[in-house]
């Protein structure tokens, strides 16, 4: 019966992922013990589902007894989703770091030993820093289940199974690809900025050695590092839900539209800080490369520069704009997915 594999679905897409099959077979059992005690003599009845799920009582509820998740921080109802963003943000972190480190070894002819010292201090510290986003991000996300397990809002009134949102077809679930390369790149990139904004610029290789013109003034980009930490948490929290909800939903489509608009707001006022970039790169470039200062290709450079800023804001403006329309088009297409609804067809007998 499709109320019933609903339900199971929804009492079982709350739990840990290694417990959900066992659990799916003892309550399908369960249910069908109870529908047979119902009506031993007839086939049940929808009318018979409903009362059944309704003295389960709500999905949340059951699950909630399944899990005994009250002595959790993280319950195990989020704790794949937790691991599975720990395991990014710290890959993210060392991928960046020890990219920034190896660069940096085959630029200079610095001493080794200090620069492995700079780059296990760094690492610790950025580890530590991201297991601590990420953990109060999914804290937060935890007591906010909680709160309406606990019977607050809608959980407040009586429920009807006939109100349990559909199972999931293929074109309605979230593939976690998209998520995990968001928080790489997110976590990486501001990494990056923040511990080696000299590597980012144009890189010129002249007579045998390897010069580095940097887009950013370093003092200014390391005054913007609140605001860098705050991007990365903002970017962990708007992917991490995508990873716990799994699947498409108007709720979940608002919430990625608010957190892309929020993102690139900040991201645009820090970018349109004219004191943020390098107020001599067109001098360290000229300096650092054998294009002649009254070439054509100069010209270019000095004309494009003062307005870079601008050029950066406008791409993250269209970038979040296509962003959208792409997640609003997805959403759209899993409201009508291909295959049809299956039909209700009485449970059979064991």
Same mark, same amino acid.
């Given at each position: &019966?499709?109320?019933? *594999?609903?339900?199971?679905?929804?009492?079982?897409?709350?739990?840990?992922?290694?417990?959900?099959?066992?659990?799916?077979?003892?309550?399908?059992? $369960?249910?069908? +013990? &109870?529908?047979?005690?119902?009506?031993?003599?007839?086939?049940?009845?929808?009318?018979?589902?409903?009362?059944?799920?309704?003295?389960?009582?709500?999905?949340?509820? $059951?699950?909630?007894?399944?899990?005994?998740?009250?002595?959790?921080?993280?319950?195990?109802? #989020?704790? *794949?989703?937790?691991?599975?963003?720990?395991?990014?943000?710290?890959?993210?972190?060392?991928?960046?770091?020890?990219?920034?480190?190896?660069?940096?070894?085959?630029?200079?002819?610095?001493?080794?030993?200090?620069?492995?010292?700079?780059?296990?201090?760094?690492?610790?510290?950025?580890?530590?820093?991201? @297991?601590?986003?990420?953990?109060?991000? @999914?804290?937060?996300?935890?007591?906010?289940?909680?709160?309406?397990?606990?019977?607050?809002?809608? &959980?407040?009134?009586?429920?009807?199974?006939?109100? #349990?949102?559909?199972?999931?077809?293929?074109?309605?679930?979230?593939?976690?690809?998209?998520?995990? =390369?968001?928080?790489?790149?997110?976590? !990486? !990139?501001?990494?990056?900025? $923040? @511990?080696?904004?000299?590597?980012?610029?144009?890189?010129?290789?002249?007579?045998?050695?390897? !010069?580095?013109?940097? =887009?950013?003034?370093?003092?200014?980009?390391?005054?913007? !590092?609140?605001?860098?930490?705050? #991007?990365?948490?903002?970017?962990?929290?708007?992917?991490?839900?995508? /990873?716990?909800?799994?699947?498409?939903?108007?709720?979940?489509?608002? @919430?990625?539209?608010?957190?892309?608009?929020?993102?690139?707001?900040?991201?645009? /006022? &820090?970018?349109? +800080? *004219?004191?943020?970039?390098?107020?001599? =790169?067109?001098? +360290?470039?000229?300096?650092?490369?054998? #294009?002649?200062?009254?070439?054509?290709? =100069?010209?270019?450079?000095?004309?494009?520069?003062?307005?870079?800023?601008?050029? /950066?804001?406008?791409?993250? $403006?269209?970038?979040?704009?296509?962003?959208?329309?792409?997640?609003?088009?997805?959403?759209?297409?899993?409201?009508?997915?291909?295959?049809?609804?299956?039909?209700?067809?009485?449970?059979?007998?064991?």
């Amino acid at each position: &019966m499709e109320l019933v *594999d609903r339900y199971i679905h929804a009492v079982t897409a709350r739990l840990p992922e290694a417990q959900r099959e066992d659990i799916k077979r003892e309550l399908q059992s $369960l249910i069908e +013990d &109870m529908l047979e005690e119902r009506s031993p003599e007839s086939p049940p009845t929808v009318e018979d589902a409903e009362s059944v799920l309704q003295e389960l009582g709500h999905p949340s509820e $059951l699950a909630a007894k399944y899990r005994g998740y009250e002595r959790y921080l993280i319950g195990p109802g #989020l704790i *794949d989703a937790y691991w599975t963003t720990l395991k990014i943000v710290t890959a993210a972190i060392v991928f960046s770091l020890a990219a920034a480190l190896a660069i940096d070894s085959f630029r200079t002819d610095a001493g080794t030993l200090d620069s492995i010292m700079s780059f296990l201090a760094s690492l610790v510290s950025s580890v530590a820093q991201g @297991f601590l986003w990420v953990t109060l991000i @999914f804290v937060c996300v935890e007591r906010s289940q909680r709160a309406k397990t606990a019977g607050s809002g809608r &959980m407040k009134k009586a429920w009807k199974p006939s109100e #349990l949102p559909p199972i999931p077809e293929a074109g309605q679930k979230v593939k976690k690809s998209g998520p995990i =390369f968001g928080i790489f790149f997110a976590v !990486a !990139a501001i990494m990056l900025a $923040l @511990f080696s904004p000299d590597l980012i610029g144009v890189w010129r290789i002249h007579d045998g050695s390897t !010069a580095s013109v940097p =887009f950013f003034e370093s003092d200014v980009i390391r005054h913007y !590092a609140p605001l860098l930490c705050g #991007l990365a948490a903002l970017a962990i929290l708007k992917e991490s839900v995508r /990873l716990i909800a799994q699947r498409r939903s108007g709720r979940l489509l608002a @919430f990625h539209i608010a957190m892309t608009v929020l993102i690139t707001t900040l991201a645009c /006022l &820090m970018l349109a +800080d *004219d004191a943020l970039w390098n107020p001599t =790169f067109i001098a +360290d470039l000229a300096a650092a490369s054998p #294009l002649p200062s009254d070439g054509e290709g =100069f010209d270019t450079l000095v004309s494009v520069w003062p307005r870079l800023n601008g050029l /950066l804001v406008n791409v993250l $403006l269209v970038y979040a704009l296509v962003d959208i329309v792409l997640e609003f088009m997805a959403w759209f297409r899993s409201k009508t997915p291909s295959s049809a609804k299956a039909s209700q067809k009485p449970l059979p007998r064991p």
